[in-house]
């Protein structure tokens, strides 16, 4: 489960501004923010199944990922992160490609099961292929969505000003595709800009930070701290009622720490995502290693469409 609150093409200094909660269970393996092998793409890394919930690249391509929060699941599903690393891979050349993906067999030792071998190939065979746009990739995650349990997943091409989100859910109204408009959106465990309480809270917050600084650069560190630590819970009439009562309640806050019969759970990755007109990037990360906060931040240069 994660939440995230973005500003697309609305602001005259940041193209894109992105502050992102990452919520996992505290025993599953993980790797920080960093350049996997080729140093094309910067990002997080689940260290069990061996995607991303968010990743940026060299070429100013960026995608992530949340969950959505359902009952049932699918037996045997294909794994969810592994769309945003799929689409970010297709932008870099093979050669790039093919040494990252000697990092993630080192990363997955069960890489080589039945399901990652159809994985490998599908994968292998788009990396050779020519560079996708967001939209074009979407529509071929929609030929394979049914094989994945609920996701919201975003995709954006700073370089040609291009931003696509694909949703699986709810499945009665099929798999669905749409362009993202410029302005404000929040991204929770339902659809796009769906009005949960904790949503509605997050943007609103976000709205008040930009209207304090006006054309002014964000303090990226501050802002998380202001956006991403809020622990205000919701009244029991307020909650989305997909699971238990009690359940929804420890899952109403933006940051969630909550002690589970498989384990403690809660945020455990915080990031902020800054690219300004120049083509500046600033990606700020906060994890959790060892019940400790640690951070570091990255910058690098893109370049902008004119």
Known sequence: MCIAVFMWEAH???????????????????????W???????????????????AFSRDGRLAFI????????????????????????????????????????????????CQSKDYMGSCLGELLGSKKKPIEFAEEVVKEANEYNGFNLILIDLCSKSMVYVTNRPK???????????????????????????????????????A????????????????????????????????????????SSIYIDVSRPQGRYGTRNQSALSVKSNGEVCFHERYLEKDLWKEQTVTYQIEMAK
């Open 66 to 113: 949340t969950n959505v929060r359902e009952l049932q699941s699918i037996p045997r599903a294909k794994s969810r992160g592994h769309l945003p690393v799929r689409f970010l891979q297709i932008s870099t050349s093979p050669c790039e490609a093919l040494q990252d993906w000697k990092g993630q067999l080192k990363l997955v030792p069960s890489f080589f099961n």
């Open 36 to 54: 996997w092998e080729g140093g094309e793409i910067l990002g997080g890394r689940d260290g069990e199944a061996g995607g991303t919930w968010l």
């Open 172 to 210: 009665e109204n099929g798999n669905f595709v749409t362009e993202v408009s410029p302005g404000i959106h929040v991204l929770s465990n339902a659809s796009l800009n769906s009005p949960w309480p904790k949503a509605q809270r997050l943007g609103h917050s976000f709205k008040e930070v930009l």
């Open 212 to 251: 304090r600084y006006g054309e002014d650069e964000l303090p990226l560190k501050e802002t998380v701290a202001e956006l991403l630590m809020d622990r205000t819970k919701d009244d029991s009439s307020m909650l989305p009622g997909i699971f238990p009562p009690e359940v929804e309640y420890h899952l």
């Open 12 to 34: 005259p200094l940041y193209p894109f501004l992105l502050f992102l909660n990452r919520d996992e269970y505290h025993s599953r393996p993980t790797e920080p923010l960093g």
